[in-house]
């Protein structure tokens, strides 16, 4: 009897090791790693905020853009702009790089103000389908060929078996449009060149400078004399128009018109660009200026 | 060789704690693994939702990444692994790497769209190896011990008790009965009665040898005073039990007769008993010359425990 009580004692210490083994196997297995959930939303493609009309206005107030550099800034001074506080419950601004985006925007009438390029706006009818009017606009500006080491030529012989830097998005004039246009009028095709694309002008400026091309086509800056030479680019077009504030007016809300040029060019006055500080206006917002 | 009780227990201890050490480790081997896949599925999943708003190169649309918008992204993302502790980080996303020097395999995916195959390079990162240690393996490893401690100790203690009790052999003594003037061996009915003067002086000698560390006895010298003193003794307490009213004996003299009296009744008692008969023996000289002047009668080897002195 006392003999058995001792190997009871002794299988059961043994089989209590072997559970215990297994308990803590399984709680290593289980342990950690719950904190590995599904990972959120990582792109921010706009930033909001409530006037002071929210409680009661559900109505909101969006604003396209393409890049977030201006967002939070344009964000303040609509937030803070009276007219749009009258009429909004909300004010948003998005952005996003893609064409597709921008064409959802304006094309479908969902920005309330957009800045976009004029010939955009003109492909889909925007100003006949939602009544979308210039409300301020940036100046025309110049396309230019700019190489590294010589002035570039506009005629076939030159430009036959270059590699020319170009944006990669059809919608950019200085980059794209025009200097394709430019090799339709001299005949040439783009595989009489080698195309390198970029995604932006600052990508374009970075190729020529590491000589991956022999000529790009873009606007020109006073930033560019630090990195290249004025006498190395050559005019292709001289009045492209600039980007251009563009506001849905489905009706005559001309406070609502005029609150928001105000806005922009508060805005304009506080930029640090050289070329979004020169922003113009049309006429017709003076006289209606004390009303916003 | 047998093991004492303490390293049995010692050993004991290190293997459970290497038990449950490398339970654990096992355990959070395969937590690693999991938390691995989990990481990485949920990694694709992401840039695969994030693909329209992500600037990477299309070949068929001849359009090309844009490096610092799509290496932002990929430190977001990282961010947010090293948020929730995965195992995994992003290297590359098709030509955008970033620049990093995490510790680990590189692991490379493959995301389908319909335009293109998009390759992603992930880095698996090296676990610690002081994250698959646990104080709870030393915890269960010193609890589990204490219990096998308890377990021996019973277990034991059920042995001993089931054991025969062994007892030692017995061993002849001296019996030294005053009741009846005799000389007995303790084991057996084995005895010899001496007379008066013999008796008392063995009994004497006896209790002397007893007294002295390393008693010495030359039968060429005067018995000592002490011994004499020891024999008068018994002899009075032989009277007090009615053996005898005659006059006391003198025990100094005649003293090789009585040796050989006390001798004889040794030889008697302790027949059977060779080894007992030895140490209670007064030696008998031997030889000749200066050895034999020098000669100890004494006995030297007595024990307390060894003798037994009835009516004293």
Known sequence: MRINIVIDSKLLLILSVGMTLMAVWLYARTSGGEEIYEIPQLISESVSCDTSAADTNQSSFVTFISSPSMARPLLKKLCENPAINRQFGHVSIQWSHTEQDMIQYVGKGLADLALVKENVMNAFATQSTHGYKVVAFYQDYATYLISLKEKPRIDKQYLWGKRLGLLDYPSSRSGHMVPKRMLADLEMTVDDLEIVYANSHYALRDLLSSGQVDIISSYWQREDEERFSANYRTPIESNVSGSKWYLKMETENTDLFCAVQRSLRDLADSTPSNYYSKLAVPEGCELARNGG | ?312
């Open chain 2, 1 to 312: 060789m047998a093991l004492t009780r303490q390293t049995k227990l010692a050993l004991l201890f290190v293997s459970l704690w290497g038990l449950f050490q490398a339970s654990f480790s096992s355990g959070k081997h395969f937590q690693y693994m999991a938390s691995v896949e989990r990481s990485l599925s949920n990694v694709e999943t992401r840039i695969a939702l994030d693909l329209p708003k992500l600037k990477l190169a299309n070949p068929k649309f001849r359009t090309v990444a844009h490096g610092a918008s799509v290496s932002y992204y990929l430190r977001s993302l990282n961010t947010q692994l090293e948020q929730m502790q995965a195992p995994v980080r992003v290297k590359q996303l098709q030509s955008v790497e970033l620049d990093s020097d995490w510790d680990g395999t590189r692991s490379v995916l493959s995301l389908q769209t319909a335009d293109q195959s998009i390759p992603l390079t992930a880095v698996i990162l090296t676990p610690q190896w002081w994250e698959r240690l646990t104080p709870l393996a030393l915890i269960l490893a010193m609890a589990f011990t204490a219990l096998g401690s308890m377990v021996m100790r019973r277990a034991y203690k059920i042995k001993q008790a089931r054991m025969p009790v062994v007892e030692e052999p017995e061993v002849a003594r001296l019996l030294i009965n005053l009741h009846d003037k005799t000389l007995g061996n303790g084991l057996d009915d084995a005895v010899v009665k001496l007379p008066n003067k013999p008796f008392c002086f063995y009994a004497a000698l006896v209790d002397y040898c007893l007294q002295q560390d390393e008693p010495y006895l030359n039968h060429n010298k005067d018995v000592p005073e002490e011994l004499l003193a020891l024999a008068n003794k018994y002899f009075s307490r032989l009277i007090e039990l009615g053996h005898t009213k005659r006059k006391r004996p003198d025990f100094s003299t005649n003293l090789d007769k009585t040796l050989s009296e006390i001798r004889t009744a040794l030889e008697e008692v302790f027949h059977d008993y060779v080894e007992a008969r030895d140490i209670f023996y007064p030696p008998k000289a031997q030889g000749e010359g200066s050895r034999s002047k020098a000669h100890n009668y004494a006995l030297e080897h007595i024990h307390i425990d060894r003798v037994e002195i009835l009516g004293k």
